[in-house]
């Protein structure tokens, strides 16, 4: 359970920041073929926009915006967007991941269609890992305890 | 103007070399994540400059802004960190 | 008959000093009320500030706002303005601006944000010029033999308002050379300064007056007892 900051200069500042960087992240995403980023990076970023608003304001804030279902939801569906546009690609008539075949279904000739698949995926790959790492620095920062009376009920037990 | 570029960029690494001192130095833990920070705005500067002597600009600056942001949440992780332990 | 009018005469005088007698005391039960009721909400306000972020904007209007801005920011990063891009500037926008709507317009009130950000623009070069004199002043400190410095520490209160302007200040502050804000407790500045010349810079309050005339704040009447009150009206009347 992380407390929040008592200092409100950092508070302040912390929740104008955050919904820049987290368009920096995206840009980072979405750009990946233009200039340096691509997916990974992009995760990363965002990552570390929601370590940010967790340092400074507390879980209960955080636990406001995205829940824990969700983080592990998001990590879930980066790689079943990953996998799955290997399958479809699959499905039409090609070799695995071969994006050409989306043609198909996007109606855009196969030059397109490869760029497009490969935001997909770079999509994907970025929302699984803003919640790794998300969830990592979570897990470290609380020892995976979720709130005070876990704690009590786990040093209750491990006396017994 | 390549050349002016280059003195900075050398200008800014000699400054890095002197807050270094600090960082091995510095007694205790706090003059080192103060002088960290220092060396992280200098490393922004030495960024720019070799982002205008490739003659690649744009592509330097997106590097530099990731960098600056993540001088900032590290810098604010290991204070709450030590607060914490204190 | 006329000792008749005259006991009239002063029936009347008697009733009408009366009632500016019971007007008179109306004034100073409402003079009282105001001075209690504004400290009240002065106080309240405080608290409220500290607590949190206040409602003072619609959620929708936050949105939009938010929204107009992540885009804006967008357009900046990415030169590019073909509909392919655009169209992924917009979606990621809304998402953003839909996830954290609260987060960064919390205490600005209503239809301010073109004046303050207007002002904040002309805040910008007296503050470069305050920040290059005091850079030669530390320099010629630091690089003198006998280097004489006089760290101290100086609290002040101060009269700014809204959690935004105290920001402002800090950091304007910790930007001077010479002056680090250490810490903001119930209005209370804690600032660390490196010697008395640049503590009485600051103690002028220069910075604060201008920080304040950009948010807007700290430029009501307080009234502090019931004597201020008669000032007000004539002011008052004179503006009706």
């Known amino acids: ?160 | 103007m390549n050349e002016f570029f280059v003195a900075v960029g050398l200008g800014m690494c000699i400054l890095v070399f002197l807050v270094l001192y600090r960082v091995i130095f510095g007694p205790g833990v706090f003059n080192r994540i103060a002088a960290i920070s220092a060396i992280g705005t200098k490393t922004l500067i030495i960024l720019l400059v070799l982002g205008y002597v490739y003659n690649r600009v744009d592509m330097f600056i997106d590097i530099s802004m990731v960098y600056a942001l993540l001088n900032f949440i590290g810098c604010i992780a290991a204070a709450k960190y030590l607060e914490m332990e204190r | 008959m006329e000792v008749t009018l005259f006991i009239h005469a002063a029936d009347d005088a008697f009733r009408i000093l009366e009632n500016a007698k019971a007007q008179a005391v109306g004034l100073l039960d409402t003079a009282t009320r105001l001075t209690s009721d504004t400290r009240w909400m002065e106080e309240k306000k405080v608290k409220s500030i500290l607590k949190g972020a206040e409602e003072t904007r619609s959620g929708f209007q936050n949105f939009v706002a938010t929204f107009v801005m992540l885009m804006g920011f967008w357009a900046l990063l990415s030169g590019k303005f073909d509909a392919f891009h655009i169209t992924l500037g917009v979606i990621c926008s809304l998402i953003v601006a839909y996830l954290g709507h609260d987060l960064l317009f919390a205490n600005v009130r209503v239809g301010d944000g073109r004046v303050i950000a207007q002002r904040f623009l002309y805040y910008i070069p007296w503050l470069l010029r305050e920040i290059v004199t005091a850079n030669f002043h530390v320099a010629y400190l630091a690089l003198s033999p006998e280097m004489p410095i006089d760290p101290q520490i100086i609290t002040f209160r101060t009269k700014l308002e809204s959690d935004i302007s105290w920001v402002t200040l800090a950091n304007s502050i910790t930007l001077t050379p010479g002056t680090i804000t250490m810490d903001i407790e119930d209005r209370e500045f804690m600032v660390h300064a490196l010697d008395r010349k640049v503590a009485d810079d600051l103690d002028t309050g220069e910075m604060e007056d201008r920080v304040a005339h950009i948010f807007m704040e700290a430029d009501h009447i307080y009234i502090q007892d019931v004597l201020d009150v008669s000032r007000i009206f004539t002011e008052l009347k004179r503006g009706m």
Do not use: W
């Open chain 1, 1 to 160: 359970m992380v407390a929040s900051s008592d200092d409100i200069i950092i508070k302040t500042i912390a929740r104008i920041l955050v919904p820049f960087i987290q368009i920096y992240a995206l840009y980072v995403i979405m750009h990946g073929h233009y200039s340096p980023g691509g997916g990974f990076q992009g995760g990363v970023i965002l990552g570390a926009s929601l370590a940010l608003l967790l340092i400074t304001h507390g879980y209960a804030e955080v636990r406001k915006r995205v829940p824990e279902g969700v983080v592990i939801l998001l990590g879930s569906l980066g790689v079943l967007i990953y996998a799955g546009i290997g399958l479809i690609c699959l499905l039409l008539g090609g070799n695995y991941l071969d994006y050409s075949q989306l043609s198909v279904i996007l109606n855009v000739d196969p030059a397109h269609a490869r760029s497009l698949g490969i935001l997909g995926v770079e999509l994907g790959v970025g929302f699984t890992v803003m919640a790794i790492m998300y969830s990592i620095f979570f897990d470290i920062s609380t020892g995976g305890v979720l709130s005070e009376d876990q704690k009590h009920e786990e040093k209750l037990e491990g006396k017994k």
